[in-house]
Each structure stands twice: as C-alpha cells, then as structure tokens.
C-alpha cells in the first residue's frame, strides 16, 4: 500500500459512458507528484493541437496531489485543467474547500474526462466505484442547489460536489468549477469546458483515508503551525478578515486598479473595505478541510439585495473587480456581485474586468446603445454591473458578447476597443498594478495561463523600502530570511523591473508552480506564511515516505513551467503572446504611484532573459533539448520541433 496515494487514475469517456483505471508506477507519482504535473501529462498526450476547447475532443482533468487530504493545513486543495477556451491555451486553476480530499478518500487520485455525453449528466464517486448519472433534473440549478439536490438523492449530507452554474452550461468562456458553492477554481473558463461535455458536477463520498508515514510528525506539524497563527503578521490578518484587508492596504499604497486600470487610488475605498463588511454583511468565517487559517468570509444580507450566505464571501480579487475597476462604491452591490458569480459559476476576476473595459468604451463612446441593444452604462453604475453579471450568465442581449469575454468582444467591436482590454492572452488582469509593484508586469506577461497573479509572492515583501532589511545578517525582515533557501539573499525594489527583478520571479515562480503541482495553498507557506521551505520538504517526506529533498521539489515545479510551455507551443502560441498591454508602459495617474510606468525596455530585455534562465531559446521561446532531457521531458520534442516562430 502506498503512502499518501491510491495508485489509481480514474479515466472517463462521456461520449460512450466507458471507464477504465490506470494504475501508474511508484517513478510516475515520483515524478509527477499531481496537480499541475499529472494535469499537463494527460493534456499534453490527449489534446489534439487543433482541438476546439468546447470540442469533445478536449480533455479535462482533476488532479489533487499525493499531499492532498493530509490533515495539515494547506492541503485541500486540488487542480481543474483543459484547453482554455478563453485563451486557446492551456488552462488550468485550484479550488480549495473539501472535494480535492474526498476524491482521495473516494479511492483516486486524478479523473481523466473525455469526449461529451449526448444528455446532461454528473460522475458519482463512491469508495472505489464511479457511475455516470443523469443531471437532466440539475440542468439550469445554481452550484449550492446542484449540491443539496445531489445530497438529497443520494441521502447523504457529507457528500462533496463540485458543478457548475448556468454560466458554464451556456459556455460562458470565463465560467468557472465551484466546489461546494463556495470555493472556486476560478480562471480560464474550466466551467464552459464542463458544460461543452454536458457534466453538470462530480460528487464524491468516501470512507478510506489515505495512509501516511509518519503521522506523528504531520500531527505535532498541525498543532504547532495552529499555534503560529496569531504569531505570523500576514496569515493572523488572514484569519481575522481573509483577504479583503489587503483592499484597504492597496488603496493606501497606490496599487489598487481603479475605473479599468486608469488609476491606482479608489476614492470609495472607504465604503467596501474589510471594515465596512464588518459592519454591514459579515456573519461567520469558513474554512477548508483540515486548515487553521480559516481566510473565507462569509456575507449576508436581506436588503438592499438579498445575499445568501451560501455563497460565501468576496475576497480580495472580488472586492476589487466589483468596486475599484467599475468606479462602483456600494459594499452591498459588491457583495450581491459575489454572490451571482459564485452561484451563476462565473470567474469574478475575468466578469469585473469585462465589465469595466465595457464601461470605459462606453465612456469613450466606442461601444454605443446601437452595439448593446438599448443598453449603456458608465463607471460607478452600480446597477447596471449587476444587470450585467446576470447577462453574461445567461448569455443575454449584450451579456452574449461581454461572455466572450473583453479581448474577443474587442475584436467583434473594433474601433480601437482593444487597447483597453486589460488582458494577456485573452485573460483579464487580475486586481493588481503592476506599475506600483512591476513583477506582476511578467506575472501577468510570462504566465502559461495567461495573465495570472499567482506566479509568486508580491514585490512588496521583499522590497528594502517595506522591509527594512539591509544586508543578510538583518534579521528585521522575516520574509527576506524566508527567502534565503532559494538563494535570493538581497531585496528588490517594488519599482524595478530589471535583471534582479527577473531573477526574483524566475525563482519564485519555480515555487509557486511547485505549490501547484503539490496542492499547497500559498497562504500557508514561505516566504511570508508559517511553513519554511525545509517544514515542506518534511510534510512531502512524511506524508508519502521517500526520502525526497527540496531541491526535487523545486525541479518538480520547474517541469511544470516547461510542459505548460510546451503545451502553449504545440497548441500554437509564441513569444508575441507573452506581451504587456500599452497602458501599462504609460504613466499610472494619482496616488503614492503617480507617474510610475513599466519601462519597455526592461520589460522587453526582462523577458529574454527569462526564456534563457530557464534553459528556452532567447528568440522562439522554445525549451531547448537539453532542458528536456534534464527534466526528463525529452518525450516532447517531437511535438515542438515543427513548431517555427
């Protein structure tokens, strides 16, 4: 019996209802260790290079990892990838919550999902055994409803389901997988890919949890990391407000989006902060399986919109793209936004950008009622953004080209309309200015994914300005201490975006793409939470067994970059993706910021310079054969060698 796995890959045919489980070697798991990893293995041998993303030739996988359902926190959560139909590119997002370890529990460790069922249907996982059953009667239900009326069916309130909305059924290309109703794999239109196979939800229950090593260690790991909570300065303020105090931060340090990226200060900040859900809609904080953090809000309201609590609460990247880039200042209409995402299955990230692009062409007058069939609005129109989200889930009127989201609705308008479509690759910006804090300039540039927050931790906290730090020996700064293991031993300016500035995103994107591939979520680990690098290192061994080093976990997350890259490439991508909108080399207006811009020629050199740092050629952007082989991905060549930029 394995530690911390099942040994077994569940693969699903909709087209023709078979199944079939794989049972992979101890070296493929080794090597793959799940999410991100295994996600790209099968995406990267099953998906046609002309595959339509709403095609049944896409495949969709869900991957947690051999951590997930360990009872330390940050381990619950688990990866949704296919084909973007958003981006064309290879797509991918995590949820956290409880599904990702009920399907371990259930009896696997990834689902493999191909082709597209003739009728609406659900996958139904239960302690080794799968069945494809009928969701002709949850066609057109919210995600919470979907899940009650699973429960209900099957007689058990311990069931864990993860659907879709009505957006993802009518293939909304930014809807999203939602788990639970509340905790969602959010970015690049997973959900559209779900509904284009008729898979309304995959619900799991399982018995068997998972064996581990060294349970003792993982146990007294759990207690201990508990104890730090209040200690750590970010991770308590997490657990006091989640993610919503960072709002108020951004706004003060000039970084926060406002009126689509036109300026970084929100002068109706005030009115849709941490402090204000407080006192208006806050109720009670939720949590994922097993975590002490506890970061999710929850809201409700009876007036003036009535908002379930079921649906959990805005976070930050919420918050954001229902206040700040909409001009909008009612905390109230920012929450009901929340609530129709989540329950619809729409991205919050990529509807609040869309619908900010829309009121700024409309402010400009490139879109007109003419375009949008009667309807217009304008920044600060809080009505009409939520007349808007209910839109786009329904496809309706001027909803059906805002749901193709702001690059392609661009391309359909013309009239110089793209120009303010915040997005790369045809992923809206998440709710960061990378003109206050420029390594979200190659982020947003350089992520597989398109434009992506999460590639690594912040500027700001390795900044010499915020820090305090000064030289190694400081030990003022704990994040610069966190951040010696993986040889950055100096601070960067929040405000640089040369040579330092992209060897510290190399680096920390290596890290991060290692949480993807291991399922840890960010909020728990180094360089700015609780758990050090060698504390990680110390779980993956106890946990699994091997005798494994943190340097094979972070080539682990570096063979992820590389099959993204190379998926990109097979599916048709070049370094003309990787690319900044203008605005962003043009001055940001008001605020702590004012003036700043990303200097295009750091930008332009930057981005070279990350192509050969990470062993891809400087001009095409294609892994070289030797990284290949070094990452034992040699297997790839022949899909990239006919590729020419």
């Not at 201490?481 to 994107?509: M, T």
Request: overall charge negative; proline content about 5%.
């Amino acid at each position: 019996m394995p530690y911390g796995y099942n040994g077994k890959i569940l693969h699903v045919n909709l087209s023709n209802g078979e199944m079939r489980v794989e049972e992979p070697s101890v070296s493929w798991y080794r090597t793959y260790l799940g999410g991100r990893n295994v996600a790209l293995y099968y995406a990267l041998r099953e998906i046609p290079a002309d595959a339509d993303p709403l095609g049944p030739e896409n495949v969709m996988i869900f991957a947690p990892s051999v951590l997930t359902g360990a009872a330390v926190p940050g381990l619950s959560r688990f990866n949704v990838a296919a084909k973007s139909p958003l981006t064309n590119a290879y797509g991918e997002a995590q949820a956290g919550g409880w599904w990702g370890p009920e399907l371990k529990w259930s009896g696997y460790d990834a689902v493999v999902i191909y082709g597209k069922s003739s009728r609406p249907v659900y996958l139904w996982i239960h302690d080794g055994d799968a069945e494809i059953r009928d969701a002709s009667h949850l066609w057109g239900t919210l995600t919470a409803e979907s899940t009650l009326k699973i429960r209900e069916e099957h007689g058990d309130s311990r069931i864990r389901v993860t659907a879709i909305g009505p957006a993802g059924e009518n293939l909304v290309r930014f809807a999203c997988v939602v788990d639970q109703g509340r905790h969602s794999a959010g970015r690049c239109g997973l959900g559209a890919v779900m509904g284009s196979k008729n898979l309304k939800a995959i619900a799991c229950r399982g018995t068997q949890r998972q064996n581990v090593a060294d349970p003792e260690y993982l146990k007294a790991f759990a207690k201990r990391f508990a104890a730090e909570v209040p200690q750590n300065a970010d991770t308590n303020q997490l657990h006091q407000f989640g993610t919503s105090n960072y709002f108020a931060n951004a706004n003060a340090g000039g970084a926060l989006p406002t009126r689509n990226w036109t300026q970084a200060v929100f002068e109706g900040a005030d009115n849709c902060d941490h402090r204000t859900i407080d006192a208006k809609l806050e109720t009670d904080h939720d949590r994922c399986f097993a975590c002490t953090v506890r970061c999710k809000r929850v809201v409700q309201a009876e007036e003036p919109y009535k908002i379930d609590p079921a649906y959990g609460g805005p976070e930050f990247e919420t918050m954001t793209a229902f206040s700040a880039i909409a001009g909008c200042d009612s905390v109230y209409a920012m929450c009901k936004a929340h609530e129709l995402c989540n329950a619809n299955g729409l991205d919050t990230i990529s509807t609040g950008a869309t619908i900010a692009w829309a009121m700024e062409c409309f402010e400009r007058g490139l879109i007109t009622a003419a375009d949008s069939g009667g309807f217009t609005t304008k920044f600060g129109d809080h009505e009409g953004m939520l007349k808007l989200v209910e839109m786009i889930a329904k496809r309706e009127d001027f909803g059906d080209l805002l749901a193709e989201g702001s690059a392609r609705a661009a391309q359909k308008i013309g009239r110089g309309t793209a120009q303010y479509s915040m997005s790369v690759k045809g992923q809206e910006f998440a709710m960061h200015e990378p003109r206050s804090k420029m390594g979200l300039a190659y982020h947003f540039a350089l992520s597989p994914t398109g434009a992506d927050h999460l590639q690594g931790e912040h500027d700001g906290a390795f900044d010499p300005d915020l820090t305090g730090y000064t030289h190694e020996a400081d030990a003022s700064s704990f994040f610069m201490q966190q951040l010696f293991p993986l040889g950055v031993l100096e601070p960067v300016p929040s405000l640089s975006a040369a040579e330092d500035k992209v060897r510290l995103f190399f680096y920390l994107q290596h890290h991060f793409g290692f949480l993807d591939v291991l399922c840890i979520c960010l909020f728990t680990t180094a360089p700015v939470r609780i758990t050090t690098f060698d504390e990680i290192t110390k779980i993956v061994q106890s946990v699994t067994g091997w005798n494994i080093s943190f340097w094979e976990i972070m080539k682990a997350g570096e063979r992820g970059v590389t099959m993204a890259r190379c998926f990109n490439i097979k599916h048709g991508l070049t370094p003309k993706d990787d690319y900044l909108p203008d605005r962003l080399f043009q001055p940001v207006q008001g605020g702590p910021q004012a003036g700043s811009a990303i200097p295009r020629e750091d930008f332009e050199r930057g981005k070279k310079l990350y192509y050969e740092m990470n062993g891809w050629d400087s001009a095409t952007g294609i892994p070289t054969e030797g990284k290949l082989i070094e990452l034992n991905l040699d297997g790839l060549m022949g899909d990239l060698m006919h590729r020419q930029v």
